[in-house]
């Protein structure tokens, strides 16, 4: 049976790549945590860790072997579901939740949960809110490891061990540089979102009800340095009609319109295996 401080303290090595510093993090002695990773080496049978010369001993960086890469990502998948179930339990013996981690895409990240931050700490002032923004999919594997308890997004969820409820409808547009003087949609310079955005996702689907396939496509992580960068007049993009106003009213950007009304639904994620313990955040969300 795999040793939980052992994986940690694999986990914190792995992260820091560095014996010495992962000492000082584990408050431990480069010899203990070596003699750590020396048993767990020896309990799975196999090299974990490379160590490259350096100054001191314990100053060599660490170098991860091919199954040292591997566990990395399990060790986190497993020590998050540790801790997940330990705050399960936790939470079942108070009176209300101290702590919620979530997962959330850019678009309700940035917009949508702040309000929704507000409520669930009006309502559970000691409740502790951690929140991850990243992509849709991000968002989603992160529920599907345990080391969150919700995701906020804006795309579907393909998981079966994962369970959506829609909270909110929200919108996209396309908007253009205020003096847009792009011919035509193919031929005009596109700015997109990362794969595993959802917000990519309905562009793609905007080019293929429009019948076109852009050839000049700059790729950007977030809304905010789309919209920055239409406003700069690199080219379009079709965006979250809540990201706009600020910009809209400030005559920065315009709306090129187009015969595609694309409502899209917000969903509330949670694992299947948590769906009652987390039932408390459905009257909020």
Known sequence: MINLRQLYIFSVVAESNSLAAASELLNMTAAAVSLSLKGLEQQLNTRLLQRAPGRKSTDKTILLTAEGIWLKQR???????????????????????????????????????????????????????????????????????????????EGPN?????????????????IAPPDNDFESLQTAPWLIRERGSATR???????????????????LNTNESIIHSVASGVGIAYVPRITTPLLLDAALIKEIPINNNCYRSLFIVKHKERDSELAWIDGLV
């Open 75 to 153: 060790a986190q998948d497993i020590l998050a579901l540790e801790k997940s179930t330990q705050m399960y339990f936790k939470q079942r013996q108070e009176s209300e939740p101290t702590a919620l981690n979530i997962g959330a895409s850019q678009t309700v990240g940035n917009y949508w949960l702040p309000g929704y931050i507000r409520d669930i700490k009006q309502r559970y002032p000691c409740c502790q809110v951690n929140v991850f923004i990243g992509n849709t999919d991000e968002a989603l594997d992160r529920v599907q490891t345990f080391r969150d308890d919700i995701a906020l997004v």
């Open 158 to 174: 393909h998981h079966s061990a994962l369970k959506s409820r829609c909270f909110k409808k929200d919108s996209l547009m396309l």
């Open 201 to 219: 996702k309905y562009t793609e689907q905007l080019w293929a009800e429009l019948a076109i396939e852009p050839k000049d496509v700059t790729q």
